[in-house]
């Protein structure tokens, strides 16, 4: 397929999740500030109508599903613009239940979106990546996971494989030219807490209601209430990268000083930084309280 000039000079990015939340505020947010090429990946055509009427190129696909499907999406990219300077990983979705009342098939399926689509993405994009010599990509874990995990503890597992994954992946891919950020957004004004992204294991055990019955009130009450404003999450996360007026292209510059600004640990929003405070400072209080030195 014939690569126009135009194109050639303009940052290409790929991002999953893109048809509501944060994936699709960072879509909008980078053709807008940044002039780039988006291609926004959603389940379906349809549900990524506003990420096309942003400027977006639409990518129907479910990240969820077999391997094949990501590598023939990412190679459509690849024979449509040439290269990808950017992956954003921001599918997702909650599920609610105590561990004990979630099926093998439920937990399988929350990794599924959560954990093993970014690493399906991240093996279809890397190749080109290290090829080129540079590019970008970041990786949508969550603030909040490791503190509330009654609830949502299968769901906060997946997004903390994926924040131990992509640590790994920083120290394997940085020496390459390639950035791998991990990204922990606070509570923002998503549909995280809405139908259709919030989902519920079938099994009910009446013992934990005691338990999980506040929380589950609570995230009820946050839904739509949420201190972040996803527009100024996108905006902090995409301002990471060279503007046009200062740089020809991403592709020309990931590797250089200037894309070196894209940190390992990306916090988003006002409760972000407290809840990862707060979670680290658990862990230490009872390591150095129960520590066994003399063994």
Known sequence: MFVTFDEVKRPVWVVTGASSGLGLAIARE???SLNAIVFAVGRTEESLKPAADAGCRA????VAGPAETVTTSINYVLSSVGKIDVLVNAAGY?????VEETSDDEALDVFQTNFFGALRMVRAVLPHMRRAGRGVIFNMADAHGGREAANTGVYGA?????AAATEALQREADPLGVRVCLVQPGRFRTSLLARGHRLRVVDDIADYDLVLAPLRRQLNALNGAQPGDPRKAARALVGLLPRPQQQASVAATVGSDDLRR???LLLLGSDASAAARASLDAHVESAVKFEQTDL
């Open 30 to 32: 980078a053709v807008e």
């Open 262 to 264: 894209v940190p390992f």
């Open 59 to 62: 990518v129907p696909l479910n």
């Open 158 to 162: 997946a997004k903390a494989a994926l």
């Open 94 to 98: 909650l599920l609610e239940g105590a």
